[in-house]
């Protein structure tokens, strides 16, 4: 199995940019989908991003389409969250999680659809 662990989070201004890392160990990040969830305090857990396993295929949250960008570095076994235009209301502990890919193509964005979760790095954005 996999396990991951992100970093990347702390305090940003809003209108700052982040960027979260999330870096497996124990298998090759290639064989995995991937995703990046966040929860807000007092809100239930909520899709951000995701990623095919092929890398050749993204998906967006609302909240995320426009300002955020997901990427994956397989050589290095690491996929990204790019974080720009940040607002308070992006305040959340942000997770990375992998889906044993049947569908290489596939872009899975429902939270039972993943198999591995990471710990989840806070970013808080000040206003």
């Known amino acids: 199995q996999v396990q991951l662990v992100e970093s990347g989070g702390g305090l940003v201004q809003a209108g700052g940019s982040a960027r979260l890392s999330c870096a497996a160990s124990?298998?090759?990040?290639?064989?995995?989908?991937m995703g990046w969830f966040r929860q807000a305090p007092g809100k239930e857990r909520e899709f951000v991003a995701g990623i095919s396993q092929n890398g050749e295929n993204s998906y967006y949250g609302d909240s995320a389409k426009g300002r955020f960008t997901v990427s994956r570095d397989n050589a290095k076994n690491t996929v990204y969250l790019q974080m720009n235009s940040l607002k308070p209301e992006d305040t959340a502990i942000y997770y990375c999680?992998?889906?044993?890919?049947?569908?290489?193509?596939?872009?899975?964005?429902?939270?039972?659809?993943?198999?591995?979760w990471g710990q989840g790095t806070q970013v808080t954005v000040s206003s």
């Open positions: 124990g298998r090759t990040v290639s064989s995995y989908a």
């Open positions: 999680a992998a889906n044993r890919a049947f569908l290489n193509y596939r872009v899975y964005v429902r939270q039972p659809d993943y198999d591995y």
